[in-house]
Every structure is written in structure tokens, then in C-alpha cells.
């Protein structure tokens, strides 16, 4: 069974506004990763972060992670129309290498 | 680098045939999975290989299916017979030997099996 779930599982906005994906899981995570997929395309890894910490900054992208609610956010400020493409969450659990995809986020920006 | 490079890019054969699809992961990464994405059923873990040795191929659909890694720059997924709902999209993906490295995608073969 997949573990994150991505929500929602659309969404659309203009360029220049922000774009917030959540992830959800089940059971406890050693890391949790961010990955984008283009039509068509592999998935490109984004962001990893671990279960000790709470936010990490990349670029325009920023990930938080709440251990407590078993939750994470992916949020992608003043975005591009080249941001659309769908996001995907992947957890990491116990001495597992085996990531665990959710079913993604699709995000159109329009221009 | 070039990246985890996949081919062929798109197979289209007939119901019956055996495909067979490659991977050459990236130099150095000893951890190869093979993933299967269908808008059904998303992303499904198929196989995962470390060191060459396949450690857990439960994803695996059935005996028609198989996989193999005889060395650190190549691997294979066989389909023998395909059949028309073995079509999708085929990733592999490879990383270090640490949870700490994302994995690297290839670009996919789409399979169709008519």
C-alpha cells in the first residue's frame, strides 16, 4: 500500500501566486522527499527532508515537516507557468531504502 | 553524468511477445529500483535491486514477468508473455547506498501492448 497521499490532488492558479501541497502518512519516517514530474517525463527529486527536521528552503521551494500530525508541506512561492507538472511525496521508514510514493499532486500555473 | 539512462523510450508490440526493457544506472550507485506508472494505480515498486542482488521483488505482477542485474551498469525487465494491461510507463531509478541521497529517475519507456 502507498504510504503518503498527496492532497489535493489538483490545483490550479495563476502565475505569480503560491501553490501549497500537503502529504500525509501513516506510520513513522526516517525522511521524506519531494519530487516533480513534467509530462511525459522521470520524476526529478526536489527536496529531502529528515525526521528531525521541521523546514528546509530551496530555492523558491520551502518543505515543513510535523512529525506529530505525520504531515508535510511543499509550498512553491510567486510560481511559473514552468512549475506545472505533478508533485509527488516519497517516505523513507524503519532500515527500509525503499521509498514509498503517494498518487501526486497536479499543478497547473497558468500564464 | 548522464544520468540513469533507460531504453528504448517507447515499445509498442503485440499481445504474446516478450519486451524487454533496460537500465543503465548511474556510476557509483549500488541501489536500482524498477517502478510502474499507470494513472490506475500510480507509481508501483516492481523490484529493487542492492549490489547487483535483487533484495525485494514483491511488486513483481507474476511469473511473467522478471528481472535481472547481472552487473553494477546494467539491468533488464523481461515481460514474457506481455499482455495489453502490461501497458504503462517503466521507470528505473537509482541511488547511493544511504537514505540520505534522493533517487535518480530515468526518463521511462511507455509500453503498449496492443
Known amino acids: 500500500s502507498q504510504q503518503g497521499e498527496e492532497d489535493p490532488q489538483a490545483l490550479s492558479i495563476q502565475e505569480g501566486e503560491n501553490a501549497t501541497m500537503n502529504c500525509s502518512y501513516k506510520?513513522?519516517?526516517?525522511?521524506l522527499q519531494w519530487y516533480r514530474q513534467n509530462s511525459g517525463r522521470g520524476l526529478v527529486h526536489l527536496i529531502l527532508i529528515r525526521s528531525n527536521e521541521r523546514e528546509k528552503h530551496s530555492g523558491r521551494l520551502r518543505v515543513t515537516l510535523d512529525t506529530s500530525k505525520k504531515s508535510s508541506s511543499l509550498l512553491i512561492t510567486a510560481s511559473r507557468a514552468a512549475d506545472t507538472a505533478s508533485y509527488f511525496c516519497?517516505?523513507?521508514?524503519?532500515?527500509?531504502?525503499?521509498?514509498?510514493f503517494g498518487r501526486g499532486t497536479s499543478l497547473i500555473v497558468h500564464p | 553524468d548522464a544520468g540513469v539512462i533507460q531504453s528504448p523510450r517507447h515499445e509498442v508490440t503485440e499481445m504474446g511477445q516478450e519486451v524487454t526493457l533496460r537500465c543503465k544506472p548511474i556510476?557509483?550507485?549500488?541501489?536500482l529500483f524498477w517502478y510502474r506508472q499507470t494513472m490506475m494505480r500510480g507509481l508501483e515498486l516492481l523490484i529493487y535491486?542492492?549490489?547487483?542482488?535483487?533484495?525485494?521483488d514483491s511488486g513483481m505482477p507474476e511469473d511473467r514477468f522478471s528481472a535481472k542485474m547481472p552487473n553494477a551498469s546494467f539491468s533488464t525487465l523481461k515481460i514474457q508473455p506481455s499482455e495489453p494491461r502490461d501497458s504503462a510507463v517503466y521507470f528505473c531509478a537509482s541511488t547511493p547506498d544511504s537514505s540520505i541521497y534522493g533517487y535518480t529517475f530515468g526518463s521511462g519507456t511507455r509500453l503498449t501492448v496492443v
Open positions: 556510476s557509483g550507485h549500488n541501489s
Open positions: 535491486f542492492n549490489n547487483n542482488v535483487p533484495i525485494d
Open positions: 516519497a517516505t523513507l521508514s524503519g532500515g527500509s531504502y525503499i521509498p514509498t
Open positions: 506510520t513513522s519516517i526516517n525522511n
